[in-house]
């Protein structure tokens, strides 16, 4: 039998906010070329919700309450593949969407927008990823999936 190294993914945490007009937050990090939802990679030793928590913190200057896991999604990227926890950051209230500063290290702009508006502003990938979250949000069910194009 070959001797084969275990896969190691990336790892990578967010969460899924949404205005009181049920538009998504979607943010524009400085070092990509497309919008993305709030969130980063997780550190060595860190749990995805940690750094959903921090990485929302660092992002947006925010510690709002971060909900439930809504969904893991496997993706091809990279040589073992990436794997993305979304978590459920609920409604953001006025005063916290006010109070939203963003880090301009990482961000460049953040925009609440409707599905179809992200559909336009989202690689692929994060398209389908979208779709997933929303449903899961939805219907209450953390899901699995696996994100191929």
Request: with cysteine; charged share 25%; glycine share 8%.
């Amino acid at each position: 039998m070959p001797d084969t190294a275990p896969a190691r993914p990336r790892v990578s945490s967010g969460a899924i906010f949404f205005d009181d007009d049920g538009r998504v937050l979607l943010v524009d990090p400085v070092y990509k070329d497309f919008w993305n939802l709030p969130g980063g990679g997780v550190d060595a030793g860190e749990t995805p919700r940690a750094a959903c928590v921090r990485e929302v913190r660092e992002e947006l200057s925010l510690t709002p309450p971060i909900g439930p896991l809504l969904v893991v999604a496997w993706t091809p990227d990279g040589p073992d593949g990436k794997l993305f926890f979304v978590f459920d950051g609920g409604i953001l209230p006025a005063a916290q969407r006010a109070a939203i500063e963003l880090s301009p290290d990482e961000l460049a702009d953040h925009a609440f927008v409707t599905a179809e508006e992200a559909h336009t502003m989202l690689p692929p990938i994060h398209r389908a990823l979208l779709a997933e979250v929303i449903r899961a949000r939805a219907d209450g069910a953390t899901r699995y999936v696996e994100v191929t194009g």
